[in-house]
């Protein structure tokens, strides 16, 4: 199908170019055109279906660098709580009793989630299974997205299995819409030999699957806690000198094709290992606050040129996948935490939740800012509410004033996954029901093992 | 008009009382019950218009306690500046051009953003004018609020004479929506005999035109930066020992009607004084981190007994008037900065949005909680969505995953003021066209005098 957006305030990334009384023509997957209204309307006539952005804003589709797409299942299930009791009374006993099924069921409700916040790619880590999993939700919604498999050193063989499987079955999958990554959980849940391991597999599963253009990444925490590296060195008797980043760095596994959640922890060594090694930050204001885990030295990766990006972190720690928070979060923050109101502007912001991210997950040849020849992947946001108004400033607005329900209409591959605040692809209430299903019999299997 | 909201989840916030499969009935401006709905539903037949709360949260209406709703006028004017060349080269300029009907137009905005986002009663301190004022704007939306006049020791007389208009006019009217309050600006910017004298006027006002149960209160700025001690000592030449309120304590001027807005740099002293003298404070999260102003130290002030609401501040320096954010990142502020999760649960931050914020306006006897002799303030949340699926608890719900646009019908003084996210006491397109030419008009004055 060929599109025409136009009469709309198209913020490009590109450089910051904003066009006003603006159009986007798109065809098929891909973004042909970009220019005035009355210029493309001339050219893009007959066979295009029109999309009217008067009093619109439209934007490229927000890019979540860091979610457990599938824990949305747990959204509010323990909250206010110490992080080892949170994980160890709460969270990791039910998590032992979700299936495949809810593993589905979750990330579609996340996938959706997503979508409705101008969402279009969700970078997400959770356990890989065959039967279903995030990367068929994923690709059930239209949602783009980067889907791993978690390791951890108690199940290498069975990781193994599962990163096969993923890279084989969805790597480059779904019309380009899902690309894997090779995801080893932390450096104190992955021994040193089996992080220099995973680094192998994934340079195999890169010659097998993958291409310069469509890479397999690697997603790892690092550095979420200030005690990670006690956690380190006490579990693999390993001594962690100048930091968490130079550790990973003396092991060899990092690169360019790394993108590394939480930085909370970093010292300044680290900062520049991770500018050195072109490893790509996800910051995670909202759930570094709610965990109480620190507040990531951002201002100072983005001084050294570091490519910082965002993300939400999972449901059951934020507790939402609204990448709007996440803006303002990411604004106010950093202002306040180096009682400086000049960092951390909004133009800048908005590039960390767009093409930032695109780049952290190495897939800027294709998303990340309205340019010709890239994926049509696209958030048109009503600005015609009290709250947006008047307009100075269209970048102040969306990541000061703007919320996830002003997105009106999202645009994925050059598909229409949302017009008007209804979801195309999937039914909502149908998954709702089935969310709702999930979690009573999660909660049954629960109980009954724990009577 | 008699209501009888019906088979919702009623959070009371009368200690924290949830009502399952409840129900509200109203009759006039007044709650007279509160139930099971099937028994309710026997009780109140005939004569009550129903609304369906299947799948809905009902809470007592938001309550901001601190607001200049006019600004909402220069919403995304300035951002991302040092504080005070925001102040100096930006808004106190344009300020200057505002005019009366700017400053009705401003709050009717802010207004229905406010009853948008489930807030239902607003505190505001701004310039009174007899004309057209902030007061008029509330009263025309159906929004209850307290209404000041801000004053600064270089104009006096217009102070007292705008006092005088605006408590004859204003206090306890509109059905009670509206009450005043007498505003000194802070207390670097009125002098300590003004200050003295401005706590005169509030008794002489209130014995004419307050009550016990009316009282006019005093809405005042305090210790807003850290550096506020030295501007108060240069510019009135007084020594400020042992903190702010402890000054404004020494001043005599401080009591139980007394409201506190940012409290940031407070001494603990000062936060025993605010104990003592039992002054309420407002906590403004957003603004406080966006100027860079620094941590509020609420959980310190919980711990002494002291009542902390909530407050947006101004559409300039928040951009939003939305509480559900104030809320989320008061939860998330303050665990962050204290390095501890457990500390400002959910169910603690929505009492300071409700209960809390009735008490800090001395208008608990009428609003704050859903209790059966209270005036009918109420928000109606819708749960059925996406982003609040499933449901464990709802409280986090609110907290952390809800909207200002997930609030769907609101009830104020017993009147239904939106229903199903139409407004229907003003026309919200009709307004956005007012602020839209006011703001054209302005930026022409200013321009006009800076050519």
Partial sequence: MNLLIQNGTILTMQNRKITREGAVAIEEQTIIDIGKTHELKRKYGRGYEKIDAKGKVVIPGLVNTHQHAAMSLLRGYADDLPLQEWLEK???????????????????????????????????????????????????????????????????SEDKKALEDLAKNWHNKANGLIRISVDPHAPYTVDPEYMKELKEIRENLNEKHGSRNTPIICHIHVAETEDEIEKIQSAFNVSVKNGIMEYLNSLAVLDNHVIAAHCVALTDNDVKVTKEREVKVSHNPISNLKLASGISPVPKMLKKGVTVSLGTDSPCSNNTADMFEVMKTTALLHKGSNKNPTVMPAEKVLEMATIEGAKALSWETEIGSIEIGKKADLAIVNMNKPHLNPIYNEASHLVYAAKASDVETVIINGKIVMEERRVTTVNPEKVMKMVEKAKIKLLERLNANVK
Wanted: with cysteine.
């Fill in 90 to 156: 709460w969270i990791w006993p039910i998590e032992k009793y979700m299936t495949a099924h809810d593993i589905y069921v979750g990330a579609l409700l996340t996938a959706i989630e997503s979508i409705m916040g101008g969402t279009t790619t969700v970078n997400t880590m959770y356990h890989y299974t065959p039967e279903e999993n995030e990367a068929k939700a994923f690709a059930d919604a239209g949602l783009r997205g980067v889907v791993g498999h978690v390791c951890f050193s108690w199940r290498k």
